[in-house]
């Protein structure tokens, strides 16, 4: 089977005092580790056992919403694990600061606007900033809910699932938002995606657009 928990790309104190080894556990090694289990049992014996995570979102979306949703959040945790980094926050720097600036104006327009769609995400959800026709946008979403599935490109994203921060924050979900956009922000990792999808041979983090779609069109015929 070719879905598992993926480790975590740093210690699990990397990240500390932002966020703490004890909220990275709980949050990893229990909730993220539960949507794998999930998937896993799901595509048991069944002609997805062998697809990647993003196949099964992609297949998934519109014909499966228990899996969806429990491959979904698995495809979200890996992508936020990434989009953090030790000793990262700050101003975005490389061809994603540019992207910033020419949509958002200033970075500070854009960090900004992001503590506001983070900060105001009803319950559970996500915070991404995504590129969409040559531009950079925040979107935000619930649950399960991904761009993956949409013409979007996901380049980043903040988890605002309590789960996330309340070990450390408690109800202080803003305190959390600036601590991930001044500390721990993963820049390298945004720039990283607004490349890939122009690299040639390279299959892509994400799916794209009409991409995405014949892809999954493409999964469910092979299926």
Do not use: C
Request: proline share 5%; net charge negative; no cysteine.
């Amino acid at each position: 089977m070719s879905i598992t928990l993926p480790p975590l790309p740093y210690a699990l104190d990397a990240l500390e005092p932002h966020l703490s080894r004890r909220t990275l556990g709980v949050h990893h090694g229990n909730h993220h580790a539960a949507y794998v289990a999930k998937t896993r049992a799901l595509i048991q014996r069944t002609p997805l056992e062998s697809a990647t995570l993003e196949e099964i979102v992609l297949s998934s979306a519109e014909q499966d919403k228990t899996l969806f949703n429990a491959s979904a959040q698995a495809w979200n945790h890996e992508f936020y694990w990434q989009s953090m980094r030790p000793g990262g926050g700050g101003e975005a720097h490389g061809a994603i600061a540019q992207l910033i600036e020419a949509s958002f104006g200033t970075q500070s327009a854009f960090s900004q606007q992001f503590v506001t769609a983070a900060g105001d995400q009803f319950g559970s959800g996500w915070a991404w900033l995504v590129l969409e026709d040559g531009l950079v946008r925040i979107i935000a979403t619930s649950n399960a809910h991904t761009p993956l599935t949409t013409p979007q490109v996901p380049l980043l994203t903040i988890d605002v699932w309590e789960h996330a921060y309340y070990l450390d924050y408690q109800q202080r979900r803003l305190d959390y938002i600036a601590a991930f956009l001044g500390h721990l922000i993963n820049w390298d990792f945004a720039n990283q995606n607004l490349a890939r999808p122009r690299e040639v041979g390279v299959p892509a983090l994400v799916g794209t657009g009409k991409a995405a779609r014949s892809q999954s069109q493409a999964i469910g015929r092979r299926l």
